[in-house]
């Protein structure tokens, strides 16, 4: 195969990474997927996910996903919108001919596996390709996240209990006297939000949330700049005078940044998706939730979890929420010797630091100047998590923004959270957000680094 690029995964990661690489450079990709098309693991995602940010934020540098739009109607009128699964995947499959395959410049290997050693093979044909090795290699599936449809569950199983993957929960052909709901993340608060909203009782509903999450004010996380850097300015002042993390997070409740669902319980968990108030108030009307730890199995009638075991109807279905999403493996230097690694590179906001990456390798010669550039962050999960990549996000932000190509690219791209767009109007909240942000941001930065070494990591 004769290409400049071989990149391995065709989700949003690969997607962001190519747009922007084709876009400032002029080079040839092959593009690898084993799955049937473009989009990742939108293609087998249950059919009522959303995007849990606003759509401006994700997808790729040249097209906004979306184009904008704020909602009109419903419980989030006023917010930006978010994608649900049929536009995410049209809106890559969109990408792929527009602006791929019709520039010429990428081929897509659908239904194909990498197998490392610059060598695919098609599941369907049984045709082997290899690609020179002056072909960089592009591992754009390293985080690539678990998802319910192709995951078995982390429990045992016994017979005659129905345990399903949360896709399936729209096809079930009989109501059952209960649900049960495995899981803490997003995927466990669509599923509760999906069954109230086709009429389920709450006290139908038994969650099983082994731990408690914060989660983010979805209000606050908004392609507006006074409102993004509003907010980010009151997390970094609050956690330059934070004695300790949950000390912080409480404070940040106050402010009204991040919520919990269960007020009496501390939480322990900071992947912080974000969530809508009406999805809280929601989620608030499930009485029955089980915090005993990870379940070991599921029997008829009964669950058997880490910290003891809890009834459930024999006719119970079980809707298994827990793979897992958000992958927290080492950071990697992105430009590796063999291999180019995209990961997160502002906190969180993943398809920002693939297109950051595209861009970066589309302009740059040397590694070791793109590795400067594009710092990897990590992903949250514990509350030191979540503060260790706020510091990495927060310095990876200053070191490409200190480049002035890199600056005013980031500013024209919608994927940015931070980015203020050339021509925006300085309101005074945008400038009362700037100034506080330049007073606070090193002390705040420079306390979250403290209280994420001196935190312990609670799994
Ligand atoms: C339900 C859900 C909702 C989310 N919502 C948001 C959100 O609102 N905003 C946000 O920023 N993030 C969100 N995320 C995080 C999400 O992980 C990332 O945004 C992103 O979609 C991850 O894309 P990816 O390209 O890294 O992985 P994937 O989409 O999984 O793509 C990786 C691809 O690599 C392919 N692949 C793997 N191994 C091989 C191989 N050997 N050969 C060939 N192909 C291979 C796979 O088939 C797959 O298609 C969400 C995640 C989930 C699960």
Redesign the pocket.
Known sequence: MDADYLV????????AFTDALIDHADVRVAL????YGV?????A??PF?????SST??GVASTVLGGGRIQSTGPEAGLHE?ADQPKITSYYSDLLADRMVGSGRVELFAG????GERT?VSRVSGQRYEVAERCRIVD????????PAESEPRFGVGDGVRVIPVNEVVSLEEAPSQYVVVGSG??AT?ACIWLLARGVDPDAICWVRPREPWMLNRALIQPDPAIYLGMFADLVQAAGAAPSLPDLFLRLEELGIMHRIDRSVTPTMAKA??LGTWELEQLRTIQHVVRLGHIASVRRGRLDLAEGSVAIADDAVVVDCA?D???RLPRIPIWGPDVIT?QPVRA????FG?ALTGYVEATRDDDTDKNRLCQPSSYGNSLADWARMNVLGARSSAAFGAEPDVKAWSDSVALNPARIPPGYAVTPALDDALSRLQRSLPAGIARLDELSRTTPSVP
């Open positions: 391995v995964g065709a989700g949003a990661t690969g997607m690898v997927d084993r799955r989009g990742g693991h939108w293609l995602a249950y996910v959303r995007l849990h940010q934020f994700y978010r194909c596996d990498y197998l695919f754009a599936r390293y985080l690539a996240p678990d998802i997003k995927t669509d998706p974000t793979a999403g958000l992958k995209p969180g906001f993943p398809c693939a």
